[in-house]
Structures are given as C-alpha cells and as structure tokens.
C-alpha cells in the first residue's frame, strides 16, 4: 500500500531578467511572455510506500527541496495529481510555519490547528513539546529572538509529537547541535519501528544507510534511480564525482516503484 502517490507531477516557475517584465506581462494580460521558463520537477510517477523510511538525495538544485513541499501541500504542482493517505507533519526550510512575532508556545498551538488538531489535544502534548525542545525559557519568547538551532529544535518537537503518519524532514536536522541531532534520529528510527513513512532528503549517506528502506536519486528534476542504499548511494557519489553529469537517456522509466 501506498502512502503517497504522484502522477505525472511537473513544477515550472517563470523567471523575469528585471522586476518590471512581470508589470509587463500583467498589461498585456499575458499576450505577451517576457518570462523564461525554468522546470523544478518533470513529470513525475513515484509511490512511496506505507511503513517505509525513503531518502531522496541528489545534487543542489535537483528538485528535492520542490519535491517534499508540494507533498507538504506548501506548494501546488503546475501539473499532475498527488495523492496522500495519512496525516502529514513536515520540518522545511528553516522556520517554515512559524510567525516570527509569536512565542513558541503560541506557535505551537498555532501548527495543531493548522494540522486539525484540536487546542485541547495540543495543550496535552505541550509539556512533552517543550521537554523535547528543550530551548528553556525561549518557549515563551518570540520565534524571532531564536537561533537557527533553536528554531530546528521546535519545528522537530511539533512535527513529532502529533504522532504523523507521514514525517517530511528536509535537510533541516543539519542546523541542530550533535546532540540534538541524535535525539532526533533516535526519534525518526522509533517512528521508523512504529510502521510510519517517513521521506528524508539530506546529503548525509549515513542515516541513509542506517535507517532508509528505499532511496530515490535526483538530478535536474528528473529521477535518476530509485531502490535500495546498496543501490542508489554508488549511483549518487558517482553522480557528484561527475559534478551531475548524467544525461536525460539514462533515466529510468518514469513510474518505477519502489
């Protein structure tokens, strides 16, 4: 069974050389382009399955990072269908979520509810939220007034104490202290034990190895390959030895599961 499905899933973002063409555009009602198209994601066909730990690895820019936030909903796919089933909690960009203005409390009440989690419930979880934070008297300042590893520190405590069916982590655990990083892949394996699908993007080859069942390659938007560590990660520092020189004919064929 899958937990996330995509079909023929493409992101495309106009780039303007000059703030004024996108004034232009608008007048003319887009008549008229003065905008290049630059495509994130091609068409892509992935399951990923129910129960699984899956990282998603490549080089900068490949289309990961656009990848888990339209599967988090933050963005709208330019085509194609994504299909999940279970609750979704994600760590993102750095402070992704948070108002800045608001404690981390308010904050963390203010992701329950975006999540359909009711106050109470979030209220019954914040003692252990903020046990796991651990940013001491922070937890009632503004998010604005944290560092970065403080801001990772929340956004990992929230994501994981509503107990996801689907955990999104992107690359974020990197900004946190040694420590805290364990802490938290100690908390991603149990996740990992408890049956839940967990999808990671990062550039560390060893939780990959520790922890992922599956792995999916990227390169220019496209998927490269997809299986397992022992598979993928040669096929992955082949890539960056090449400084991502593989060309579009050696991609697999869209569709394939893990």
Known sequence: MNAIELKNVSKRYNIYDRPIDRLKELAWRNKRS???????????????????????????GSGKSTLLQIMAGVLTPSSGTVTIKGLVTAILELGAGFQADHTGRENVLLNGMILGISREKMLGKMESIQEFADIG???????????????????????VAVEPEILLVDEALAVGDVQFQLKCFRRIEALRNAGKTIILVTHDMRPVD?????VVLFNGGHVVATGTPK????????????????????FITPGSVF
Request: charge should be negative.
């Open 34 to 60: 003065y905008h290049r198209e630059f495509w994130a994601l091609h068409e892509l066909n992935l399951n990923f399955r129910q129960g699984h730990t899956t990282a998603v690895i490549g080089p900068n």
């Open 210 to 214: 520790l922890i992922c069942h599956d």
């Open 231 to 250: 598979e993928v990660v040669p096929q992955y520092s082949a890539l960056m030895e090449t400084a991502g020189a593989i060309q579009p004919k050696h």
């Open 137 to 159: 008297d922070f937890f009632d300042q503004p998010v604005k007034t944290y560092s970065s590893g403080m801001v990772v520190r929340l956004a990992f405590a929230c994501a």
